[in-house]
Structures are given as structure tokens and as C-alpha cells.
């Protein structure tokens, strides 16, 4: 406690101390009135001094006095004024800064201390004190001057010494350099010059001796050099001059003794040279002139030999060279002129130059001529062979001309060879070089020596693509051949030209070159060559836009549902089914600025597929105007119902209900027989836009054959209907005639297979519609089988064969190669039906004719055998009666009259047949009808069916005798005319060795023996028999066939013949032919016709 209180009170003595030190306690100022004494009350300089306060009626220290304040309780507040080396801070009485004073109280600011003075105290200051000399005052200090610096007294600063003199530190002067002495540092003092320098007083450096002087140490001046030495400056002594040379005095170099004199050392003079001797000068003795030159006293130098001359060293005079010689300056006398100069004068100093395209040996006289293929450029001992790659063509040449590019030559050549095709030279070339032939990379250059590079252009996407040595192709793989189009040549390059002479195997050309730019050398047309290659299939996606060779933006144009479809780069077909795309047109862009434009179109659609083709417009680019291509692609069955896509419906082309008009998603009306549909044309309506299609059904379904074809509106044939075809192999008996239920618009053309003729060979026989089989087929055949069945969109061809032969007669059939369709079975079809009379019960065996093949299509229709006029009569009846039914009746009446008619002749003739007995002996009254009757029926016939050809043949065959007329009222025959009758019949034989009897008159056939005596019924064999007799005569151009049918039965010895009809056929040979008879089973020939 006690130590706390000593230590307040120790603090409270000093504060006690600094307040009475700021403050003069007798200079004190009154406040006014105021309620509260503190600084802020006080005036400037004042402060309040320990809080006394002013008692009334009391004066201040400048005679003021104040009265009572107004309250009593106001009072008045003493401020003391701030002592000296304080001043009035506002807030308190502050001492007066470092270097700062203040003499007076109640000051408000401190004054800085006059320049060279220092305050008297560190803090509050009450006065300045002044620096002696050597010193400078710096705040409340006075500092020493460094060294190399002074001051006077009441200094601020010192001051530096100048050069010459120097001063230690707090110097009030400075001291300056004697001769001979030099300051430079003034900080140190002055040192002695060296030797070769000197100084003068003062001197901050040493100056150096000039040249031509010396000095020794601490010199003040320099002294002169002496005539044969010399100084060259700064010299502390003079040098001796050299031999050769001399000096004055204070010389500051030795000067050479001039040419053509000379010295020894230490000269002050130079001596001349004697005669025969020279100096170039600066030397100490003279020497001898050499071989070839001379020289007189004080010569500089020795004056060379003339021209052509010479001399030996010291010599005086100088001699000729001879020819061929010469000297120049050559100390050894005349040399020979080298290879390439002549002289042909003595005393010559030089040889002359032989000329260009010239040469000469060594000592030569003379120049000659290089020969050609040789060549010098002058001064030349022998002439130089043209290296290879050049040539020189005539004589005296004074360079080789350069084989241009493409020639060649070897050494010594006197002209160049071209280069075979296929090879080139750079130019300047010994030899040739393949040229380059296969540019999937662009070729490194053979030539490695010529410093020749390749440089490959390719035609790609319209521009010249350039491709350095070993590039690759840009075409990369996609281009099946690449032709060198040109090549161009220079000193440093081979520029080859290439294009795509045509695309990969399965790629297509993504465009054509076009513009004059793209044609050269052997490419020189437009439109020819592909600017790039891709599969068809690939642009179902537009080529992207950035390929590694351009960055320009790829654009394509797909031709769509009859519109311009624009995609980008990347971009999908608007097709959903194409196979395969063809580009119409390629636009590419220059300067990489512009866009490549594809027009693309669908080119192929898929398998099973069909197209819709349509214009592509006449305003588009290329082979894209008027284009008809593929509009979009839709499958076969596609329009069994009509698609949601036809938003203007469908319209079904065709007659009848086989067309029809129907709305979006509605069966068609054909949808029942149809396979397949096509689209014949589209149409859109230009103000509601729906999309209208006219369809036409192409193809029936399988079971189905086409027809009823239309003209459509644009000029297409289109089907009408689809029926059933009939059945091959079915058998019916109305295939006899060529007819079908409905020929749907076509025309209808039947075959049969049958046989006629001499030599019965099976053939087909074609008939149109309407028309009945042949006639060896149509009588006697019970039914027909449908072999094949054929049908275009214009005719339907059917193959028949007949099924079986009536029972009454008998039947041929087909052979092995008589088969056809359903008709697959040799000997089954019968392709001929003889009438018999009898009832068989199986058929003959077939015999095995020569036949024609028969037809899948419809044959040319032979010629029919005409048939009797009973059987027309019966088959157009027929005809008739099936197309005119009504009418029958009425006919049927006329027919019953004709066949009373008929049957009454019949009877007539009939009464006769009772002469004929069982065992023949009556068989000579066979004839006993009237003779006319028969005259009649041949005549008749042979009218109708042979007319007369030349020659006049008659019916008769040509014979003179005419059968004899009988009475037509008696109707019988007399004897003499009997007798003749029998007279006219002769014995044969048939092939089978059977017997029958013919009459050679009238050429029929019995096997009753009529001749006068005969037995009248030898040789007639059992059972009945038919036989058919072929009658021939000698004519012009005309043969007969006769048949006649016997009928036997066993009455006795009578035998009833009727005559069953005459058959002929006109040919067209002129010849004799034979009488031939046969068998419905055999052939038999007789004796007179050959066998």
C-alpha cells in the first residue's frame, strides 16, 4: 500500500512539473461568464491551469477586468498562457517540434531556425544556435563535412572541393596540387604523375607527353626527342629508328626511306641504290632485278622485259620470244603457249585465246574447229563431248543446246531423241522415265537427282484437287479407274491431270464434271467423268457435310411423291422403300464458299415392289427437267384396300363391277380375283389438296387367267376381268367345235391333233372360233380332251385330242411324239376315226406315223379335208340351230320334206337290189340302175372339188370309153352292153393275198368274180371288209381319190354294194400317178400303180 501510494504520488509530482512547465503561472487571461472552465473557453494561447477559478471585480495579465457575471452563480475562468518553447494546439499547450522554437508565451505556432543554425534544444526550443565553420546544421545539430568537402561557419550544407584539390572530413578549405602532382579523387590527397606524363598546379590528372617528347616522374613539362630516335607519345624515353628508316628531331615516327633508296639504323638520312639494284623503299640494303626485268640507279622498283621479251636477273636488256612463245613476266625466260592460245608472231608477251567452239594443243600456231557433237568455250586444248541431255548440231559450237523435256540424249550427241510414249524426261536428261500409271496414291518422282517432284490433280467434286507425292487419291476406293487426263512438266515439277474414268464396281457417279475448267489433255468433255463415287444404296442418307477434303455444306434434293424434297448433310430419303438411288444432277460449290446440291431420285425399288413413275418438272437443273422417275414405291397388294395416304379416294379402273371408285380404307371392288394392283396416274386437287389415284389391277389371282383388255385414256392396255380358265385335261364332247363360254375379248384359236393324208402323219390342225375339228376327227369322235390351255392379253390358244372314236368306227391314236400338256400318254388319242359300219369292241393297234410336233402356240392352220355335203349340211344345221334357235322350227319342216325326198330315191333304187343273190351268180346286174345316175354323182363332185387344170382330164380318168347309157324308162340293161360290162373286169390281189375283182372301167372293186364265165364268188373272204380305192389318171395337175364302201352280207351268193360317196383331192404336181386302193386296216397298192 505504501509503495502504490509513493507511486502516485511520484506520477502526480511530474504531471504537477510538465503542466508548469507548459504554462507561466503570472501571464493568465479572464474568461467571460460561464458555466463550465475548460480549454475550449480559453483564448489563443491559453489554457485552463489547474481549474481556478476567477474571483469577481479581478484582472487578468493584459488589464482586463470583469464585473459580477449575471448570475451568482456564474463565475469567470482563469486560462494561463502556454509557456515558451510551447504553443496553443487547440487541445493544449504542445512543445515546439525538432528543429522548431518559440521565445514567447501564449504563442500559437513555433519558427524554424534561421539557414546554418541548429535549435537549443531537442524539444521545445526556445531559441537557434550557428555552426563554426567546417560543420553544417542539420535540425538540433551541427554535423562534421565528409571528406572531399567544406563549409564556413553558419553553414546549412558543405560544399564539394573542385578538381586539383582535396580536404579531410569537418575541413573548413580545401588544398590544392603542386606541379608535377594531380588530384582526381578530392577526397585523398594529391600523387606525383608518372613518367612520360607531366602536370601543371592544380591538376585533377596527369597529362601524357605528345609525340615526339619524353618525361621522367613528377614532371612538370616534357622534353624534345633527338634527330634518329623518335616518340610515339606518353613516352618516358625515345627509341632508335630502324634500318630502312629515318628522323628529325622530335620526331614522332621514323619515316621509310623513299623506293630506290635505303638506311642503316639510328639514321637521320637515306642512301640511293646503285644501277641494276632497287628498293621498294624502308629498307636496309637494295636488291638485284630479277630475270625478265632491269632497273638504273635509284630505281623503286625494276622495269619488266617487253612484250615478248625477257632478260636474267641484273640484267640490262631483255630478248625476243619466238612463235608459238611468249613472256609476260616469267623470270625464267619464254614459255610454250598452253592448250588452248597460239602465237604465231615472235616477241609476243601473251598468246592469243582460240575462239569458241575452237581448240588448240600446247606451242600451237593456230586454232581448229570442234566437231559436231563437241563443243569449247574458248581457250580450249581439245574439244569437250555434249554431256548427255544435250547436243551440239554443227561444227565450231561454243556450247551444247538442252534437250527439252521429253528429249533425251546421250555423250557426244549431235541431236536429241523423243521419248517413247509412255516415258518423259525432266529436260536436260541423259534418259527417259516411266511416266506414272497408277494414281491411288499420287507417285514418288524416279528422278531423284533432278530435284523434280510430283504433283497429283485430281478431279474431284468438280475442282482440281492437288495431292503431293504419296498422297492418296481422294476418290480413295471408290473409283474403279483412274485416266491420266495430262501431264505437264517444268524444271522442278511433273503435274499430272487425273480423273475417274469411271466408279467402282456397284457405285454410281455422285455427279459429272461440268464447266471448261474441268476438261483437260485427253479428258475433253463435259458431263463424262465422276466427280465421286457412292453406293446407291447410301444416299437413302445425304452425303455428310464434311467429308476430309471440303467443309461446304452438302444439300440433296430427293424427287418424292411428285415434289423436291430438300434434306442436309445427314439427313434421311423421304423414301421408306427404295433400293437404290440415281443422282440427276451435282452442283458443287467454289472456294469453298458455296454449297454442293445433289438431285437425287429413287432409282430401283425393292423386290416385290412396285413404282410409281412421275414428271420431275421442267425447271430443274441437269437431266432432272422432264424426268420421269420413280415418285415412291408400294407393294404389289397395296390397293386391295385403298390406302389412308389417298386422301381423295381411289378409283378402280376396269368394266362392269371389275372397277369402281372407293374412299380411303374400302376394299376394292376387285379385291376378290386380283393379285396384284398398279397405280396408273395421280392427281391432286389444286384447292383442297387431297391426292386422288386411278388403279388398275396387272395380274389375276393363281387359278385365274386375264382378259376383257381396255384402252385406257393414256394409251395402256389394262385388264377388264379375271375368269376361270377351263381345265386342262377335262373331256368334253362340245371341244369338237372351237368354242368357249366367254372369249373375254380375245381371239380364240383351237388345235387337234389328228392324221390325213397319203402317208398319215399326225400334225396339227388349227381352226378358229366357231370352227369344227377336221373332219377325219369331227364325225366319228364321241369327245375331245383339253391337252393344254394358253392365253395372252390378245388370244387363247387350246390343244385338243380326241378322247375316243364312235363305236362304229375305228380309230389311229397318237404316237410317242404325239403327247401334249395333260395329253401325256402315247396310243391313247385317236387321231383319225374311219367309219366301218360294225360295231367294234377294242380299237386297232396304233400305227406309228411321222407327225409334226405339236404347237404351245397357235400353228398355221393347214387345210382341212373337204367334206361331203351331207356332212356340211349337218354341221352348219348344227351351228345354226345352237346360235338360232327360234328359227328351228320353222326349218325342221323343210328338213322332213327333203328327207321324205330322200327316202322315196332311196326305195326307188332299192327295187333293184333284189338281182343281187347270196352266192353272186346274179352279181353281174349290180350295174342294173341306170348309168346316168352314177355319171351324174362323179360329175358333180369332180366339178366342186378339181376343176379342170389343163388337159381337159375328165372325171373318167382320162380313158376314151365313156360307160354306156341305159334306158331310163326300162331301167335295164341289154345284153351286148352286159357283155361289155363283164368284159372289163380283171383279177387282182390284195397285200394280204386276198382275191377281189376290179372293174377297169369304172374302177370298183368286188370280191364277186364278174367277168363272162366267171365263178362269181371265188375269192371272197369271210366277214365284211371295207376297202377305199384311189384312182389316179395321167392329166395336168390333177389327181382323184375314189372310196367306195361294200357292205356284205350272207345271202346266198348275192352281195348288196351301195356306194358310199367319192372323195377327191387336186393337187398341185403335174405327174402320172397310180391307181392305189386300201383297207380301212391295210394299204394295198395294185400291180399298175407300183405295188
Avoid at 404347237?855 to 349337218?874: F, G, K, Q, R
Wanted: hydrophobic share 25%; net charge negative.
Amino acid at each position: 500500500m505504501a509503495l502504490h501510494l509513493l507511486l502516485f504520488l511520484a506520477i502526480f509530482s511530474w504531471t504537477l512539473a510538465d503542466v508548469s512547465a507548459q504554462f507561466e503561472a503570472n501571464v493568465y487571461k479572464y474568461t467571460g461568464c460561464i458555466d463550465d472552465c475548460s480549454n475550449s473557453e480559453c483564448p489563443s494561447g491559453h489554457r485552463v491551469y489547474d481549474n481556478y477559478w476567477v474571483q469577481f471585480g479581478a484582472t487578468d495579465s493584459y488589464g482586463q477586468s470583469y464585473s459580477m457575471c449575471g448570475w451568482a452563480w456564474q463565475e469567470r475562468c482563469r486560462c494561463h498562457g502556454c509557456s515558451a518553447g510551447y504553443f496553443d494546439s487547440l487541445t493544449d499547450c504542445a512543445a515546439c517540434p525538432i528543429g522548431s522554437y518559440t521565445s514567447s508565451v501564449a504563442s500559437t505556432s513555433c519558427s524554424t531556425c534561421p539557414s546554418g543554425q541548429r535549435t537549443n534544444a531537442a524539444s521545445a526550443a526556445t531559441g537557434c544556435v550557428v555552426c563554426p565553420a567546417g560543420k553544417y546544421a542539420l535540425l538540433d545539430q551541427c554535423n562534421d563535412c565528409t571528406a572531399g568537402t567544406y563549409s564556413s561557419a553558419e553553414s546549412s550544407t558543405c560544399s564539394a572541393c573542385s578538381t586539383g584539390k582535396y580536404s579531410q572530413g569537418g575541413a573548413a578549405s580545401c588544398t590544392a596540387c603542386t606541379a608535377g602532382r594531380y588530384a582526381l579523387d578530392t577526397r585523398t590527397p594529391c600523387a606525383d604523375c608518372s613518367a612520360g606524363k607531366y602536370a601543371e598546379a592544380e591538376a585533377a590528372l596527369c597529362t601524357p607527353c605528345a609525340n615526339g617528347k619524353y618525361s621522367g616522374a613528377a614532371a612538370s613539362s616534357c622534353d624534345d626527342c633527338a634527330a634518329g630516335t623518335y616518340a610515339a607519345g606518353a613516352a618516358s624515353e625515345c627509341t632508335s629508328c630502324s634500318a630502312g628508316t629515318y628522323s628529325n628531331t622530335a620526331s614522332t615516327l621514323c619515316t621509310p626511306c623513299s623506293a630506290g633508296r635505303y638506311s642503316s639504323a639510328a639514321a637521320a638520312t637515306c642512301s640511293e641504290c646503285p644501277a641494276g639494284t632497287y628498293s621498294l623503299g624502308a629498307t636496309e640494303a637494295c636488291s638485284n632485278c630479277p630475270a625478265g626485268a632491269y632497273s638504273t640507279s635509284s630505281a623503286a622498283a625494276c622495269f619488266p622485259c617487253g612484250s615478248g621479251t625477257w632478260s636474267e636477273p641484273g640484267s640490262g636488256s631483255c630478248t625476243a620470244c619466238a612463235q608459238g612463245k611468249y613472256r609476260l613476266a616469267q623470270p625464267d625466260g619464254c614459255s610454250d603457249c598452253p592448250g588452248g592460245t597460239y602465237t604465231s608472231d615472235v616477241g609476243r608477251s601473251s598468246c592469243s585465246l582460240c575462239g569458241v567452239g575452237r581448240y588448240a594443243g600446247t606451242a600451237a600456231t593456230t586454232c581448229t574447229d570442234c566437231t559436231a557433237g563437241k563443243y569449247s568455250t574458248g581457250a580450249a586444248e581439245t574439244c569437250s563431248d555434249c554431256p548427255g541431255g544435250k547436243y551440239s548440231s554443227s561444227e565450231a559450237a561454243s556450247s551444247c543446246s538442252t534437250c527439252g523435256r521429253g528429249e533425251y540424249s546421250t555423250g557426244g550427241a549431235s541431236s536429241c531423241a523423243a521419248c517413247d510414249d509412255g516415258k518423259w524426261s525432266v529436260g536436260d536428261s541423259s534418259s527417259c522415265y516411266e511416266l506414272a500409271d497408277n494414281f491411288e496414291n499420287c507417285p514418288v518422282h524416279p528422278v531423284s537427282d533432278h530435284l523434280v517432284d510430283n504433283e497429283c490433280n485430281y478431279l474431284y467434286q468438280n475442282d482440281w484437287k492437288t495431292v503431293a507425292e504419296e498422297g492418296a487419291s481422294p476418290f480413295g476406293n471408290t473409283c474403279g479407274s483412274l485416266a491420266m487426263c495430262q501431264h505437264e512438266s517444268s524444271a522442278t515439277e511433273d503435274d499430272y491431270y487425273i480423273a475417274c474414268a469411271e466408279c467402282a464396281d456397284g457405285l454410281i457417279p455422285l455427279g459429272v464434271n461440268s464447266g471448261s475448267e474441268s476438261v483437260r489433255g485427253a479428258c475433253s468433255s463435259q458431263g463424262h467423268y465422276p466427280v465421286a463415287c457412292v453406293s446407291p444404296t447410301s444416299l437413302a442418307t445425304c452425303p455428310q457435310e464434311e467429308d476430309g477434303l471440303t467443309a461446304r455444306d452438302h444439300d440433296c434434293k430427293y424427287f418424292y411423291n411428285g415434289d423436291w424434297v430438300e434434306k442436309d448433310g445427314g439427313e434421311q430419303t423421304p423414301f421408306t422403300t427404295c433400293a437404290s438411288y440415281s443422282v440427276c444432277d451435282a452442283t458443287y460449290g467454289s472456294n469453298g464458299g458455296m454449297k454442293n446440291e445433289f438431285h437425287i431420285f429413287c432409282a430401283a425399288c425393292p423386290d416385290n415392289y412396285k413404282s410409281f413413275m412421275e414428271d420431275s418438272g421442267s425447271d430443274q437443273p441437269g437431266t432432272c427437267g422432264n424426268l420421269a422417275a420413280i415418285s415412291s414405291c408400294y407393294s404389289a397388294n397395296e390397293f386391295a384396300t385403298c390406302p389412308s395416304y389417298a386422301t381423295g379416294g381411289c378409283t378402280y379402273l376396269g368394266p362392269g363391277t371389275f372397277g369402281g371408285s372407293r374412299s380411303p380404307e374400302m376394299t376394292a371392288p376387285s379385291s376378290g380375283v386380283c393379285k396384284e394392283y398398279e397405280i396408273i396416274s395421280k392427281s391432286t386437287d389444286s384447292i383442297t389438296g387431297l391426292i386422288s389415284y386411278d388403279v388398275a389391277c396387272t395380274e389375276c389371282k393363281d387359278g385365274l387367267e386375264a382378259g376383257d383388255y381396255f384402252t385406257h385414256s393414256t394409251g395402256r392396255t389394262l385388264l377388264g376381268s379375271c375368269y376361270d380358265a377351263p381345265d386342262a385335261g377335262s373331256d368334253q364332247s362340245s371341244y369338237k367345235s372351237c368354242t368357249a363360254d366367254d372369249a373375254h375379248g380375245k381371239t380364240v384359236k383351237c388345235n387337234y391333233l389328228s392324221s390325213s393324208g397319203e402317208d398319215g402323219a399326225e400334225q396339227w390342225s388349227g381352226v378358229g372360233y366357231g370352227e369344227n375339228a377336221p373332219q377325219n376327227l369331227y364325225a366319228g369322235c364321241t369327245s375331245f380332251t383339253l391337252c393344254s390351255y394358253a392365253t395372252t392379253e390378245t388370244n387363247t390358244t387350246m390343244n385338243f385330242m380326241c378322247s375316243a372314236c364312235k363305236p362304229d368306227h375305228v380309230s389311229t391314236y397318237n404316237t410317242e411324239a404325239g403327247v401334249e400338256g395333260a395329253c401325256s400318254s402315247s396310243g391313247t388319242f385317236p387321231t383319225k376315226c374311219v367309219y366301218t359300219g360294225v360295231t367294234t369292241e377294242s380299237p386297232t393297234a396304233a400305227p406309228t406315223p411321222a407327225r409334226t410336233p405339236s404347237p404351245t402356240i397357235a400353228p398355221t392352220p393347214t387345210p382341212t379335208p373337204p367334206v361331203n355335203h351331207v356332212e356340211n349340211t349337218l354341221i352348219w344345221m348344227s351351228n345354226f340351230v345352237s346360235a338360232h334357235f327360234e328359227l328351228f322350227l320353222g326349218l325342221l319342216a323343210l328338213v322332213i320334206i327333203l328327207l321324205g325326198m330322200g327316202a322315196y330315191k332311196c326305195y326307188h333304187n332299192d327295187k333293184y337290189r333284189d338281182r343281187y343273190d347270196s352266192d353272186g351268180e346274179r352279181g353281174d346286174s349290180m350295174w342294173s340302175f341306170d348309168a346316168r345316175d352314177v355319171d351324174r354323182v362323179m360329175e358333180r363332185q369332180a366339178s366342186q372339188r378339181t376343176g379342170a387344170t389343163g388337159g381337159g382330164a375328165s372325171y373318167r380318168n382320162g380313158m376314151s370309153q365313156e360307160l354306156p347309157l341305159m334306158n331310163s324308162g326300162s331301167r335295164s340293161v341289154n345284153s351286148n352292153h352286159h357283155r361289155e360290162l363283164q368284159e372289163e373286169w380283171v383279177e387282182r390281189m390284195d397285200p394280204n393275198g386276198v382275191k377281189y375283182f376290179e372293174n377297169t372301167r369304172t374302177r370298183r372293186a368286188t370280191w364277186t368274180d364278174r367277168r363272162e364265165g366267171g365263178d362269181g364268188g371265188l375269192g371272197v373272204p369271210e366277214g365284211p371288209g371295207s376297202m377305199s380305192i384311189r384312182n389316179a389318171g395321167s392329166g395336168s395337175g390333177s389327181s382323184r381319190r375314189g372310196s367306195a364302201g361294200v357292205n356284205q352280207s350272207r345271202r346266198g351268193s348275192a352281195m348288196n354294194v351301195s356306194l358310199s360317196g367319192v372323195r377327191e383331192d387336186v393337187a398341185s404336181s403335174t405327174a402320172s400317178s397310180s391307181n392305189r386302193f386300201e383297207w380301212n386296216d391295210n394299204p394295198m397298192r395294185d400291180e399298175e400303180g407300183g405295188g
